[in-house]
């Protein structure tokens, strides 16, 4: 069965620190891969895919960047944290060629505040 | 065109009842609307989903209705529970050539009161 694992569960950074958050996939291969962020008590806001390896898609221009170094691994990062940048991460996978729709399943997310 | 809109923002329903949450869409490309479910500090989980193929789906006491020609879709929760407390989210996607977004509405938290 497959499963996504984000790390670390919880994060506290102080304002102009940098940023990695990690996401990883198991029992799959070449899926999606999403990173979201939701603000407190809001709605899930897209920040980046990737249909494969080195293929990044921003959706939100912003302090953030992500990268895909191997096929199952979904890295957001900052050089710089900013207040605002606080909120609840989260990755997120499509199984490629099971389905022909975009069934996304997350995974358990990353609790970010920024002092 | 591409939104998808969620109502109510939030909802109120006494253990037993009826909860109902509806969303409409503009972009009639469209051909997957997913359910999700997400309690606190949790990820989102998918809970049901529909194909346009069909008019309604029901798994257990989940069920959605679907209206092609309206362009709005529902989620009905028959017999809520206490632990149907949630937010939930409704979204929509289609199948194109390079469609890999979900498009989501902007949630409704659900309390189920004893």
């Known amino acids: 069965s497959q499963t996504i694992h984000q790390w670390p569960a919880t994060l506290v950074q102080p304002v102009g620190s940098p940023l990695s958050l990690e996401c990883t996939v198991e029992g799959t291969s070449n899926p999606n891969l999403y990173w979201y962020r939701q603000a407190a008590g809001r709605g899930l806001q897209l920040l980046f895919y990737s249909v494969g390896i080195g293929q990044i898609s921003s959706e939100v221009p912003q302090n953030l960047s992500a990268s895909r170094p191997q096929d199952r691994q979904f890295i957001l990062s900052s050089k710089k944290l900013l207040l605002s940048d606080s909120g609840f991460y989260l990755c997120?996978?499509?199984?490629?060629?099971?389905?022909?729709?975009?069934?996304?399943?997350f995974g358990p997310g990353t609790r970010l505040t920024v002092l | 065109q591409q939104q998808v809109k969620q109502s109510p923002q939030s909802l109120i329903v006494q253990k037993g009842g009826i909860s109902i949450i509806n969303c409409a869409y503009e972009n009639t490309a469209f051909d997957y609307f997913p359910w999700y479910q997400q309690f606190p500090g949790k990820g989102p989980a998918l809970l049901i989903a529909i194909r346009p193929d069909v008019s309604e789906k029901k798994e257990g006491r989940f069920t959605i209705s679907f209206n092609k020609s309206a362009k709005q879709f529902s989620l009905h929760i028959m017999d809520s529970q206490p632990g149907d407390s949630a937010t939930y989210f409704c979204a929509a996607s289609s199948s194109g050539a390079g469609s890999y977004q979900l498009t989501f509405g902007k949630g409704t938290k659900l309390s189920v009161i004893p």
């Open positions: 997120a996978w499509t199984p490629v060629r099971r389905t022909f729709y975009n069934e996304q399943f």
